[in-house]
């Protein structure tokens, strides 16, 4: 197996007026390709944060993030937005669909952003949209869908730019338990075929059983890692 992610001693602070919240207090742990794992803990114990600094979205006060050997440049240069674009994708808990556009053109969107051509994106697009059982559906907006439905556009708008990594927060979090267990059933299946791997933040332990590894968080910590048995 490669190394696909290397998480090394991760701390995040946020202020508070003149206190501090210890977000993230030296979280260590690493994941390698195409694995699926899950990041279960209660509410606040620091998840999406750990989401947002792997996705760049955020720096972290202390610590280093390695994804495929090279540390993640948190200094302001190109490489990051690049690695962001290319190699990273991210589904939310409230699908974050643009509600003026069509599935279609939903999952088209990053492809646009990359500079695709036309045309062979909406091949990938479509082929995407297919993978996910939406083929029927793509000219519906997402008020047309189902929230199983949108949250399945946003898989594979995730996943249009081929990434090696998938950061979900809680994407069932606001879809009933059935529907829910589908979305993860076809998010397993999905990055398995395009040989993505995954992080899943969730507070529900059943829906941490849908990965090869469950990484266990509390007050900003890791206190366990262990595999998924079957
Ligand atoms: N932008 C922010 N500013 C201040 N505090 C924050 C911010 N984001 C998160 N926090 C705090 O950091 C802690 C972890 O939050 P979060 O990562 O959202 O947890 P989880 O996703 O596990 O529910 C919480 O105490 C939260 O209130
Ligand atoms: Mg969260």
Redesign the pocket.
């Known amino acids: 197996m490669t190394l696909l992610l290397d998480v090394k001693n991760l701390s995040k602070t946020?202020p508070?007026g003149s206190e501090k919240?210890r977000?993230l207090q030296g979280v260590s742990f690493h994941l390698e390709e195409g694995q699926f794992a899950s990041l279960m803990?209660?509410?606040?114990?620091?998840?999406?944060?750990?989401l947002h600094l792997l996705g760049g979205m955020e720096a972290p006060t202390a610590g280093e993030i390695l994804f495929d050997g090279r540390p993640l440049s948190f200094g302001g240069d190109e490489s990051l937005s690049l690695l962001r674009r290319n190699s990273i994708g991210f589904v939310f808990q409230f699908f974050n669909l643009l509600p003026h556009f069509t599935a279609l053109e939903n999952v088209e969107v990053p492809l646009l952003l990359k500079g695709e051509p036309p045309a062979a994106g909406r091949a990938r697009a479509l082929e995407l949209l297919s993978k996910v059982g939406l083929d029927g559906k793509k000219d519906r907006r997402p008020s047309q869908l189902s929230g199983g439905e949108q949250q399945r556009v946003a898989i594979a708008r995730a996943l249009v730019n081929g990434p090696r990594l998938l950061l979900a927060?809680e994407p069932t979090g606001n879809l009933d338990t059935g529907t829910g267990k589908a979305v993860l059933d076809l998010l397993r299946q999905v990055c398995l075929s395009e040989r993505c791997a995954v992080l899943m933040?969730t507070?529900s332990r059943e829906a941490s059983e849908w990965g090869d590894l469950i990484i266990m968080?509390r007050d900003?910590q890791i206190n366990a890692i262990y595999p998924v048995r079957r």
């Open positions: 946020y508070a919240v977000a803990g209660p509410s606040g114990c620091g998840k999406s944060t750990l927060d933040a507070h968080m900003g």
